[in-house]
């Protein structure tokens, strides 16, 4: 080599030493700072080709809360496949009666009621003598561990025949007088019942939950007052509960309007309890759709799926339910990093922050991110997970974006 070209050489040599320096010492120092904040937590950062950039505790399990909410929608989307829609069926009997069976339907909403009403006019139900409800599809037993009964919205209680998330949305005008705080939902007795309670000029949201016959009754109300609205008389106000069985002829199989990935969204993007659980019960339509759906059968639809797909055991994913209220869910940062690697291509169903596509996770002494770090070259997994006094997730991910 000549000396020119080795001089050349050298000197791109100790530019580019010069310029990787800063970066080295830069990121070794954001380390340092994240590893300070981390008391019992785990982070993990890799590349966008998935090389580890950060791997703190990566092989510990912690309590994960809402960000398991991405492995739900994951496992939900393999399983039920993107093209499924949750269903409700309609029946009658000789007595001109109406049956109306459940099977999990999250959003069978006001809107979604209001379609229903128009699909059975024309399948020639105009008239209804009493409306019966079948729960039938979800046992009687079905408790969802973490769960409290509360009046908190979140903590909506899943069935198989559920309208409005269990809830309502009320207001109380100054003049006292109570109104739908919702235009395209009807005012029902039981509505103007509950707000009583609810102080002059207040709006309130009250999940119905802690009464399964305020849900029963405020589901039959719902669809009395929309199908009536529509058109359809109904001749008796009386709502009961049935089984349904070969006595009943079904009319009408509604499906949702809305398709898995919208049902996802609404999951992620407000991290929806409820939602997630439902899809949690629901996914064992996927192979088995007629003998109901059950806690104990969900979770060896998931434990199969965890153990064989994902190839992970016990000491890394513990997975007792689909939304992440419960402590009883257990998981590795290694784990969450693969979850999140397949569920990539699925980054715009998550929630914005700073840029960058998170799933929040949050109960007492939990404080965890999931998501993925947008770059120039594509899109950086990382999980902070802080089961700790101290929340210093948002200081963690600034810390992991500069890399």
Not at 145 to 159: C, R
Not at 249 to 259: K, M, V
Not at 289 to 305: H, M, P, V
Request: with cysteine; proline share 3%.
């Amino acid at each position: 080599m000549k000396p020119k070209q080795l001089l050349a050489g050298l000197i791109t040599l100790l530019t580019l030493v010069m310029i990787a320096s800063p970066l080295q010492a830069t990121e070794k120092a954001s380390l340092r700072k994240i590893r300070s904040l981390v008391h019992n937590g785990s982070v993990v950062l890799t590349s966008e080709t998935g090389e580890r950039l950060v791997a703190i505790n990566a092989d510990r399990r912690f309590v994960p809360a809402s960000i398991i909410k991405i492995l739900t929608a994951m496992i939900a989307r393999d399983l039920l496949g993107e093209t499924f829609r949750f269903s409700t069926g309609f029946y009658t009997n000789t007595q001109g009666d109406l049956a109306i069976k459940g099977f999990g339907d999250p959003f069978l909403v006001s809107d979604e009621i209001r379609i229903i009403a128009q699909h059975l006019k024309n399948s020639g139900v105009t008239q209804i003598n009493r409306i019966m409800l079948d729960h039938s599809y979800f046992t009687d037993d079905l408790s969802i561990p973490g769960l409290s009964k509360t009046s908190n919205p979140y903590d909506a209680i899943n069935g198989a025949l559920v309208v409005n998330f269990n809830t309502i949305h009320v207001k109380k005008e100054a003049s006292g007088n109570v109104v739908s705080a919702e235009a395209e939902t009807p005012l029902t007795p039981l509505v103007i019942a509950k707000a009583a309670g609810i102080s002059r000029g207040k709006t309130a949201r009250i999940n119905l939950s802690a009464r399964k016959a305020d849900c029963n009754r405020y589901a039959g109300e719902i669809f009395s007052a929309i199908f009536r609205e529509q058109g359809i008389t109904i001749t008796h106000d009386f709502i009961g509960e049935v089984t349904v069985d070969a006595s009943w002829q079904q009319r009408y199989l509604h499906r949702n309007s809305r398709a898995l990935d919208d049902v996802l969204q609404g999951l992620l993007q407000y991290s929806n309890n409820f939602i997630a659980n439902q899809l949690f019960l629901a996914a064992p339509q996927a192979s088995d759709s007629d003998t109901g759906a059950t806690l104990q059968k969900s979770r060896r639809l998931f434990e199969n799926y965890i153990r064989t797909r994902l190839n992970t055991d016990a000491n890394e994913l513990i997975m007792v339910e689909g939304s992440g209220i419960s402590r009883g869910n257990l998981v590795t940062g290694n784990v969450m990093i693969s979850i999140l690697d397949r569920f990539k291509s699925h980054a715009d169903l998550l929630t914005p922050k700073d840029g960058h596509p998170v799933k929040s996770g949050t109960l007492t002494g939990v404080y965890n991110y999931a998501g993925y770090i947008k770059t120039a070259g594509g899109l950086r997994s990382f999980v902070v997970m802080l089961n700790q006094k101290k929340n210093h997730r948002d200081a963690i991910l600034a810390l992991l974006a500069s890399f």
